[in-house]
Nanobody
Framework: QVELVESGGGMVQAGDSLRLSCTFS????????MGWFRQAPGKEREFVSD????????NYADSVKGRFTISRDNGKNAMYLQMNNLDPDDTAVYYC???????????????WGQGTQVTVFS
């Protein structure tokens, strides 16, 4: 069984930074591709970023490219999202997800955390 727990959310001013963490409990963290998604009020959940098993391949939504950086530490069973130059449009609940196949993070068969709230005010 896989359990994912997000942390690091909060309320910040536009232009500030936050670092989200996702801790993984279960077997073989390094066997899972990981990703971040977010859901703003009244909107559907959307892809933010994902990372391959060893961290060598990453992918970002256009809206966060150049501002957000995804990373993972397989020795600590953790994934991170460094978010810089935050904008009020980044306000959302952020979820981490895990899937055995890279490219299918967030698809059927994914594990999900419960989310952490990020609020950016202008």
């Amino acid at each position: 069984q896989v359990e994912l727990v997000e942390s690091g959310g909060g309320m910040v001013q536009a232009g500030d930074s936050l670092r989200l963490s996702c801790t993984f409990s279960g077997r073989s963290f390094s066997s899972y591709a990981m990703g971040w998604f977010r859901q703003a009020p009244g909107k559907e959940r959307e892809f933010v970023s994902d990372i391959s098993w060893g961290g060598g391949t990453t992918n970002y939504a256009d809206s966060v490219k150049g501002r957000f950086t995804i990373s993972r530490d397989n020795g600590k069973n953790a994934m991170y999202l460094q978010m810089n130059n935050l904008d009020p449009d980044d306000t959302a609940v952020y979820y981490c997800a895990a899937h055995l196949e890279y490219g299918r993070v967030g698809a059927t068969g994914s594990y999900w955390g419960q989310g952490t709230q990020v609020t950016v005010f202008s």
